[in-house]
């Protein structure tokens, strides 16, 4: 079982960060957090690495849905998506699969907020250009 939808877009790289944000809102999603995965390591480590993001994206009612059925659940929250710079130039975005990572959780109330977040963040990597 895979634990992403992802998807390689005929766009440049900071297009693709504006387009996956906007795709997302349309969804019902907010970016929580961005983080630059290159800006990151170049500061840390001084190593120099492809564009790379991590989108924190997260929809209010059903973080709230989960949150009420699983209190820990925090712990996978938010929904990742990245966009990435792959090796042969490329751009790809990714999101996680909430059905996937949340299968771990042996709790039945989530499979079905899991399922429609997995539709919502489906959409998004389809509507992508």
């Given at each position: 079982?895979?634990?992403?939808?992802?998807?390689?877009?005929?766009?440049?790289?900071?297009?693709?960060?504006?387009?996956?944000?906007?795709?997302?809102?349309?969804?019902?999603?907010?970016?929580?957090?961005?983080?630059?995965?290159?800006?990151?390591?170049?500061?840390?480590?001084?190593?120099?690495?492809?564009?790379?993001?991590?989108?924190?994206?997260?929809?209010?009612?059903?973080?709230?849905?989960?949150?009420?059925?699983?209190?820990?659940?925090g712990t996978m929250l938010p929904c990742n998506v990245i966009v990435q710079e792959t090796k042969d130039g490329k751009v790809k975005v990714s999101a996680v699969d909430p059905i996937a990572s949340m299968a771990a959780v042996k709790n039945p109330a989530l499979e079905k907020i899991a399922g429609e977040v997995a539709d919502k963040l489906q959409t998004v990597i389809r509507n992508l250009a």
């Open positions: 079982m895979s634990y992403t939808f992802s998807r390689i877009v005929n766009t440049d790289f900071a297009t693709a960060v504006a387009n996956v944000t906007e795709e997302l809102k349309k969804e019902g999603f907010g970016i929580l957090t961005e983080i630059d995965i290159a800006a990151t390591l170049k500061k840390k480590l001084d190593v120099d690495f492809r564009a790379y993001k991590i989108l924190g994206a997260c929809n209010p009612p059903f973080a709230y849905q989960a949150l009420m059925a699983e209190e820990e659940i």
